[in-house]
């Protein structure tokens, strides 16, 4: 018979998960550069060399926060997009909603917003987000997109334009969140935001009906 694995084994295992945890805590908080591996190591309850035993650098730990964190969820809509049998429109709902849910949402969504402001001085850093997410996600919207135009449900469009108007407002709530929303507020609710902004969206790819030909009388 299988045993349970001993309780140190055990914590030994998850570890890897409770660092990325208190990284992303913190680089959400105080951005790349403020946040210290000493800093991850305390917050996670360990110290500082048992963080090495499994990141060598805090870009190691960041690629892998991304790796685990968001990068699943890229990988789970593209396995959505070839199994989906409902419309075009539903499937770009359901992606953005689910990006918002399991993303924007969450404190991977101040992700976005410390790339932007720090990728001059990582540069490094930032082509390996634009690798490992964006690409991955504007080809979501291709595909998604594509398929609207082949089946006739969306009229033809500058696809890799509008996968930037798609993503804009999805990305101005996140980084907003993470930045004025601190001392604003977060002025919309996020779900009447995104169907509002799905709405708008949805309305203007819809390909135009053709009008019916009048039955000519006798």
């Not at 917003?113 to 690409?135: D, H, Q, R, T, W």
Request: proline letters at 4%.
């Amino acid at each position: 018979m299988e045993t349970a694995a001993h309780p140190r084994q055990r914590r030994k295992e998850e570890r890897p998960a409770e660092l990325m945890a208190a990284a992303l805590e913190l680089f959400v908080e105080k951005g790349f550069v403020g946040t210290r591996l000493e800093d991850v190591a305390t917050r996670a309850g360990v110290s500082k060399g048992t963080l090495y035993l499994y990141f060598d650098s805090k870009e190691a730990l960041f690629k892998a926060v991304v790796q685990e964190g968001i990068v699943p969820v890229l990988e789970a809509g593209a396995g959505l997009i070839d199994s989906f049998e409902g419309s075009s429109a539903d499937l770009l709902h359901t992606l953005l909603q689910v990006w918002w849910q399991k993303i924007g949402n969450t404190h991977l969504g101040g992700i976005p917003k410390l790339i932007i402001s720090e990728a001059g001085n990582f540069p490094e850093l930032a082509a390996y987000y634009n690798e490992a997410v964006i690409v991955r996600g504007r080809d979501l919207m291709r595909r998604t997109l594509q398929r609207g135009i082949d089946s006739g449900e969306f009229r033809a469009v500058n696809i890799e334009i509008v996968i930037d108007v798609l993503f804009a407002p999805v990305l101005m709530m996140m980084i907003w969140r993470y930045s004025l929303g601190l001392c604003c507020g977060n002025s919309h609710d996020p779900e009447i935001y995104l169907n509002t902004h799905l709405d708008l969206a949805l309305g203007g790819l819809a390909a135009p009906v053709a009008p019916r030909q009048r039955r000519k009388t006798k």
